[in-house]
């Protein structure tokens, strides 16, 4: 009989399997990061935003650097321009300030000139100053045909003052920026600054620029007031010393016409009285003969005669003033007018020691004269120069010369002073004045002699070295 050897004690249990405490792995699933990697991440992480934060607190600390530099020079460009009222320094400083903040290559400044028809260039940099001293641009736009805002900072096309901004531009490509100093919508002046071609504008530069075109444009607008009033008030000032001389002028106008009248009215009255009275003698009878008689009638003729020539001066005068008097000049030979000079001339009243000498004409050519305007003239000369002749001689002289001949009138007589012939062509002016001087005579004469010779083209002078040392008169008279 067969038996199995099978034991008879209970079967053993086999060990349990040990379970894992986390989830049961699924198929195709990455095997889990360690947490020391994920750890590593977020640290590269945080270093990468601190990185950046700390590179864009450089960038602010300094964009707030440039600006604060910026505000400090525009606080010391606003006290600078505050004490000035010269457009020059205005300009110089905005100029200064474009250049050295801004690195612009080259810079203009322009203002409003010329009564406001152009802006002219006052100032420039990194050009030669004929260069930018040429660039003279026209008012109210400084680029005609040209759509431009003029009130607005902008680049300039490159079209834009292509003939006139030449120089400005350059040749290493810059283009042009346009800042306006605008103040009341009156276009004060500009600044134009030539840049690279990639610059760009930062926000707070734009903003400084905008801060200095105010500051830049009250101050020209100011200039140009302080300008204004300043030429204002020299104008016053000239028109009030204007015045003032005027003024003076009346005064001694007004002094010498007084005068003129007294001593006229002395100078009629004198000729009348002789006249009165030898009339008066003649009619009562009372002379002793015939001869006698014609005596008193030959002197009342002469004072008739003197008070013609007196009232004839006044008449002139007052044609003179109101510019009716007329010449009307023509070919005429001096020889003939001396000759019928001097008989005239040579029965003037003289003092037994004074000469009359005459000169020898030859052959002068004719001149353009009115005969009878010149033949007054000329005894008015004569007359003048007898009366004041003491003791000595009176000559006439001619001269010939380019285009005109000059006529002296020379005496030995009282002279003239420095002072006198200031003002001796002056009307109612007597060398001597006064009225106990010792020579009448209204004063008129020279007056209307300088009036005839200036309207027959001629002209008259007179030079004396003192009181004491004679005179010359010298007219002269264009040759026909």
Same mark, same amino acid.
């Given at each position: 009989? +067969?038996?199995?050897?099978? @034991?008879?004690?209970?079967?053993?249990?086999?060990?349990?399997?040990?379970? +894992? @405490?986390?989830?049961?792995?699924?198929?195709? /699933?990455?095997?889990?990061?360690p947490q020391g990697a994920e750890m590593l991440v977020e640290?590269?992480?945080?270093?990468?935003?601190?990185?950046?934060?700390?590179? *864009?607190?450089?960038?602010?600390?300094?964009?707030?650097?440039?600006?604060?530099?910026?505000?400090?020079?525009?606080?010391?460009?606003?006290?600078?321009?505050?004490?000035?009222?010269?457009?020059?320094?205005?300009?110089?400083?905005?100029?200064?300030?474009?250049?050295?903040?801004?690195?612009?290559?080259?810079?203009?400044?322009?203002?409003?000139?010329?009564?406001?028809?152009?802006?002219?260039?006052?100032?420039?940099?990194?050009?030669? !100053?004929?260069?930018?001293?040429?660039?003279?641009?026209?008012?109210? &736009?400084?680029?005609?045909?040209?759509?431009?805002?003029?009130?607005? @900072?902008?680049?300039?096309?490159?079209?834009?003052?292509?003939?006139?901004?030449?120089?400005?531009?350059?040749?290493?490509?810059?283009?042009?920026?346009?800042?306006?100093?605008?103040?009341?919508?009156?276009?004060?002046?500009?600044?134009?600054?030539?840049?690279?071609?990639?610059?760009?504008?930062?926000?707070?530069?734009?903003?400084?620029?905008?801060?200095?075109?105010?500051?830049?444009?009250?101050?020209?607008?100011?200039?140009?007031?302080?300008?204004?009033?300043?030429?204002?008030?020299?104008?016053?000032?000239?028109?009030?010393?204007?015045?003032?001389?005027?003024?003076?002028?009346?005064?001694?106008?007004?002094?010498?016409?007084?005068?003129?009248? /007294?001593?006229?009215?002395?100078?009629?009255?004198?000729?009348?009285?002789?006249?009165?009275?030898?009339? !008066?003698?003649?009619?009562?009878?009372?002379?002793?003969?015939?001869?006698?008689?014609?005596?008193?009638?030959?002197?009342?003729?002469?004072?008739?005669?003197?008070?013609?020539?007196?009232?004839?001066?006044?008449?002139?005068?007052?044609?003179?003033?109101?510019?009716?008097? *007329?010449?009307?000049?023509?070919?005429?030979?001096?020889?003939?007018? =001396?000759? *019928?000079?001097?008989?005239?001339?040579?029965?003037?009243?003289?003092?037994? &020691?004074?000469?009359?000498?005459?000169?020898?004409?030859?052959?002068?050519?004719?001149?353009?004269?009115?005969?009878?305007?010149?033949?007054?003239?000329?005894?008015?000369?004569? @007359?003048?120069?007898?009366?004041? %002749?003491?003791?000595?001689?009176?000559?006439?002289?001619?001269?010939?010369?380019?285009?005109?001949? %000059?006529? =002296?009138?020379?005496?030995?007589?009282?002279?003239?002073?420095?002072?006198?012939?200031?003002?001796?062509?002056?009307?109612?002016?007597?060398?001597?004045?006064?009225?106990?001087?010792?020579?009448?005579?209204?004063?008129?004469?020279?007056?209307?002699?300088?009036?005839?010779?200036?309207?027959?083209?001629?002209?008259?002078?007179? +030079?004396?070295?003192?009181?004491?040392?004679?005179?010359?008169? !010298?007219?002269?008279?264009?040759? /026909?």
């Amino acid at each position: 009989m +067969s038996s199995s050897n099978q @034991s008879s004690g209970p079967k053993p249990i086999p060990p349990a399997t040990k379970a +894992s @405490s986390g989830p049961k792995p699924v198929a195709g /699933a990455q095997p889990a990061r360690p947490q020391g990697a994920e750890m590593l991440v977020e640290l590269m992480q945080a270093q990468r935003q601190l990185t950046q934060a700390m590179q *864009e607190t450089r960038e602010l600390k300094a964009k707030l650097g440039r600006r604060s530099h910026q505000m400090q020079v525009l606080q010391q460009v606003s006290e600078i321009l505050a004490a000035t009222s010269k457009g020059g320094q205005v300009v110089s400083v905005v100029l200064d300030v474009l250049a050295q903040e801004f690195h612009c290559q080259r810079a203009v400044v322009w203002t409003l000139e010329d009564g406001g028809v152009g802006y002219v260039p006052k100032d420039g940099n990194g050009l030669a !100053r004929p260069d930018w001293s040429a660039l003279s641009l026209p008012a109210p &736009n400084p680029f005609p045909g040209t759509p431009l805002v003029l009130f607005q @900072s902008q680049w300039l096309d490159s079209t834009c003052g292509a003939d006139s901004l030449g120089a400005l531009r350059g040749t290493d490509g810059a283009q042009l920026f346009f800042i306006p100093f605008e103040h009341q919508l009156l276009l004060l002046g500009f600044a134009i600054l030539a840049l690279p071609a990639d610059r760009h504008w930062e926000e707070e530069d734009l903003d400084s620029i905008t801060i200095l075109q105010r500051q830049a444009a009250i101050s020209l607008y100011n200039a140009w007031l302080f300008r204004d009033l300043s030429e204002q008030r020299d104008a016053l000032q000239r028109q009030a010393l204007e015045l003032e001389r005027v003024n003076d002028a009346l005064r001694e106008a007004d002094l010498l016409k007084s005068e003129f009248l /007294a001593l006229t009215s002395h100078e009629l009255r004198t000729p009348l009285t002789g006249i009165l009275g030898f009339t !008066r003698l003649v009619m009562d009878g009372l002379y002793d003969d015939a001869e006698e008689m014609r005596s008193m009638l030959q002197d009342s003729y002469t004072s008739g005669q003197h008070l013609l020539g007196l009232l004839n001066d006044i008449l002139d005068l007052a044609k003179i003033e109101s510019g009716k008097l *007329e010449v009307h000049p023509e070919p005429f030979s001096l020889a003939i007018l =001396l000759e *019928e000079v001097k008989p005239i001339a040579e029965a003037y009243p003289r003092r037994p &020691n004074v000469e009359l000498f005459w000169p020898d004409l030859g052959d002068f050519p004719e001149v353009q004269v009115d005969p009878n305007r010149l033949k007054q003239v000329l005894l008015n000369l004569l @007359s003048n120069a007898l009366k004041f %002749t003491k003791e000595g001689s009176v000559a006439v002289q001619v001269e010939r010369h380019p285009g005109h001949l %000059t006529l =002296l009138v020379v005496d030995t007589g009282i002279g003239v002073s420095a002072e006198a012939q200031a003002r001796l062509f002056q009307k109612f002016a007597q060398a001597e004045g006064g009225h106990s001087r010792e020579f009448g005579g209204t004063g008129l004469g020279l007056v209307i002699c300088k009036h005839l010779l200036e309207m027959m083209g001629g002209t008259i002078g007179l +030079s004396s070295e003192g009181l004491g040392k004679g005179s010359t008169l !010298r007219i002269t008279m264009p040759i /026909a």
